[in-house]
């Protein structure tokens, strides 16, 4: 796990220009229990973008070791985990609807739903080079297996 966790912790600094990480002990612990619905440890995050209005973790988006997770009402899709091994490709959707931007992040998954990200806080280009990366990843490790 560390090793996977190093490589895209690497990509993340690469593709963002920053740290990824986040040692605010509440806002982890509400951001694991919501935004990641209590499937992950501290251990497993990589970066935690929060949308809340107090800033206390309970919407956003979350980067873990083998997924993307998700709870934010502004949001085209407001709850799921999409584990990087089911994502099939993304792509960006680019709209306007009455003047206002409406340009989303698509995770096309493998069996066929597709989840949307809107949130603003975060280049939705970039977040789809980091998770292009990330499936690359697990696409490798699958074609390793015997």
């Not at 929060?50 to 085209?76: P, R």
């Not at 789809?128 to 699958?142: C, G, L, N, P, R």
Request: aromatic fraction near 10%.
């Amino acid at each position: 796990m560390s090793d996977l966790k190093s490589a895209l912790v690497a990509k993340f600094e690469e593709i963002f220009g920053y740290t990824p990480g986040d040692e605010y002990a509440p806002r982890v612990k509400n951001a694991r229990a919501i935004i990641c619905q209590g499937q992950y440890s501290k251990d497993e995050i990589i970066d935690i973008t929060d949308t809340s209005i107090g800033s206390n973790g309970k919407s956003g988006l979350v980067l873990t070791i083998d997924s993307v997770c998700v709870k934010d009402s502004a949001n085209f899709t407001s709850k799921f985990i999409a584990k990087y091994e089911d994502i099939d490709y993304t792509s960006i959707n680019e709209d306007r609807f009455l003047g206002l931007d409406i340009t989303a992040l698509e995770l096309h998954m493998k069996y066929g739903t597709k989840y949307q990200i809107s949130i603003d806080k975060i280049s939705r280009r970039k977040l789809m080079d980091f998770i292009d990366y990330a499936i690359s990843i697990y696409q490798e490790d699958d074609a390793l297996e015997w």
